[in-house]
């Protein structure tokens, strides 16, 4: 049973920063990407970020030049740094995982609140 375990949420003032972290309880080898995702109230999962094995990453217009996503030095690691944030990035924070069988795996939610 493969687990993900995300930490770092919390409450911030607008302009201010946070770092999300993500840890998957399986071998590297066996990742094929891993994101983070967020859900605000009465809204649609939306994607935040993605990062292959390969590093290669892609984000969301909306957090473009503001979130950085980056693997760990283990590598079954994902981190999201999130700078000038907005109330708008109020949400439940997810981390998703993709094994190279295709299979997701998620995370249980971290919440994320930016008080303006």
């Known amino acids: 049973q493969v687990q993900l375990v995300e930490s770092g949420g919390g409450l911030v003032q607008a302009g201010g920063s946070l770092r999300l972290s993500c840890a998957a309880s399986i071998t590297p080898v066996f990742i094929n990407n891993m994101g983070w995702y967020r859900q605000a109230p009465g809204k649609q999962r939306e994607l935040v970020a993605t990062i292959t094995s390969g590093g290669s990453t892609h984000y969301a217009d909306s957090v473009k030049g503001r979130f950085t996503i980056s693997r760990g030095n283990a590598l079954n690691t994902v981190n999201l740094q999130m700078s000038s944030l907005k109330p708008e990035d109020t949400a439940v924070y997810y981390c998703?995982?993709?094994?190279?069988?295709?299979?997701?795996?998620w995370g249980q939610g971290t919440q994320v609140t930016v008080s303006s």
């Open positions: 998703k995982m993709v094994n190279r069988n295709f299979l997701d795996f």
